[in-house]
């Protein structure tokens, strides 16, 4: 079989002969065509003569062989190398794709627990505190004064009705704050009696209650601080039915 060595052909030795005698046959025609001007230049192709083993000489053929050996190791190495670098290339886009796949999984993540955390139900406010009521309005009359006075009475714990409260009132004073008693005994020793239900000074600042004005003409203040101190020494306003 031919062997090819870097665009040579080997031959078996059985052809050597043959390929002498065409290489010296195609050299004594060029030189007849020079010299007799017979056959154009353009006229005849010369092929190059194959090369077979033994053409050059053993260290010849010995060199032809390490360089092609050459040829193929460094074909070889360059192929190798050239896997080397796609693998290297294929593992460094693996794991880029792996670390983007990583932070693509993290954002997505993280969208949802916000979008979770913007649907989170709202939770219903807790009801206000009932608004404190607004005071008790009361008129500025007899009536009103009686009905404010028994509202503080009845949260101070001191007893007494309206009827007895306003029927004491019409016989102590008919019912004028201002009123003052300048002749009986009381009036003689110079602390006259004062107010609604007509109390000495004495009596009223021992007897005052904690809310009410500390004037003993002020008629809600008049009534509780009497009917504190009834409550004291007769058990009641409604207890008393003359001069107490």
Excluded at 18 to 47: E, I, W
Excluded at 106 to 123: I, T
Excluded at 214 to 227: E, F, K, Q, R, T
């Amino acid at each position: 079989m031919r062997s090819t060595i870097s665009g040579y052909t080997r031959l078996p030795k059985a052809h050597k002969g043959a390929v002498v005698t065409l290489a010296a046959a195609g050299a004594a025609a060029v030189a007849l065509g020079v010299a007799g001007n017979a056959v154009a230049a353009d006229s005849a192709t010369v092929k190059p003569v194959a090369w077979n083993a033994g053409t050059f000489g053993a260290t010849q053929d010995a060199e032809l062989a390490k360089e092609l050996d050459a040829i193929q190791g460094k074909a070889a190495a360059d192929a190798a190398a050239a896997k080397t670098a796609a693998d290297a290339k294929a593992k460094a886009d693996a794991d880029a794709a792996a670390k983007a796949k990583v932070k693509a999984d993290k954002e997505r993540k993280e969208q949802a627990a916000s979008r979770s955390a913007d649907r989170a139900p709202v939770k219903p406010a807790s009801p206000a505190a009932p608004a404190a009521p607004a005071p008790k309005a009361y008129a500025d009359n007899l009536d009103g004064w009686i009905n404010q006075a028994l509202d503080i009475m009845h949260a101070k714990g001191i007893p007494g009705s309206y009827e007895g409260v306003k029927r004491n009132i019409m016989r102590e004073s008919t019912g004028n704050p201002r009123a003052i008693n300048g002749w009986d005994v009381n009036a003689v020793n110079g602390v006259p009696s004062k107010g609604l239900l007509q109390i000495i000074d004495p009596t009223f600042k021992a007897y005052h209650v904690d809310g009410t004005s500390w004037d003993i003409y002020d008629p809600v203040a008049n009534i509780v601080a009497s009917c504190n101190y009834a409550a004291d020494k007769y058990g009641s306003m409604d207890n008393v039915n003359s001069a107490y």
